[in-house]
């Protein structure tokens, strides 16, 4: 890896979005410093840092940034997790976290977009909202249907490996530990249809990216899951899921 600006990455412990910059990072072997911000109960400090006050943010450059410290005005700042990513392409040009051939860029891109437009959005529901189960499995298996025979989304890991898994992952096993809005048997009742054969090659391309250093590095799933726990209790108390969702608290 040629030598970079200093890069500090804001990061919580259980978000997918900046689980998507860390899994790229690494891939690309990159030296990078983390910030870890509690988004049960954020800094005040972090909404001068970024106004939006979400993660991942990341700083390119500048010295060495510590807790409730303002990144310098020399420094870079970058958000939005895909617009990260295409930026680490882009600066890590020798680790191909983008294929270079157009076809295949394309279907990377169309990868992502299917990702950010139709999973994400019905992965939120289904688990903090108690959505529908049909429709979780309906995208499911559209993004399976996106996957080649074997390997990545396009072949070689690329960043749209990166912006699908971590919400992938984190569907399986939040149905395997049973914690999400679910009615009573859902979770086993879904975590089984994706068990059957229909499913085989989601569920490899899964295996395939657990088995990756990158994500064997960033991937603590005991702390997910407990802070998730947490976020839903903080949901059934308050109604509040994140900033910018809310439920109406349920009568007790
Ligand atoms: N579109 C953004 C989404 C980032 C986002 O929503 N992050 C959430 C965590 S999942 C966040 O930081 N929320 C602030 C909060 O809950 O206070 C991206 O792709 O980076």
Redesign the pocket.
Known sequence: MPATKRLTLYN?V?????H?VRLALEEAGAKYDIIW?N??S?PEWYKKVYS?????FLVYGGPALHEGEVPSPEAETI??????LEFLVDLFPEAHLLPTEPVQRAKARFFIKTT?EKFCKVFFSFIFLGGEVDSMLAAVEEMQALLPDAGFAVGRWSIADAAFVPFLLRLDRSLRNNVGVFAAGVAKKTLNALYEPKFSRIRRYLEDNLARDSMIKTWNEPAVMAQMERRLDRMRRTGV????LSVPVPKQ
């Open positions: 919580s259980d978000s997918p979005y900046p998507r911000i988004l049960l954020k939006h006050a979400k993660v991942p958000s939005e997790s895909m617009v990260i950010e899921i994140n900033a910018d």
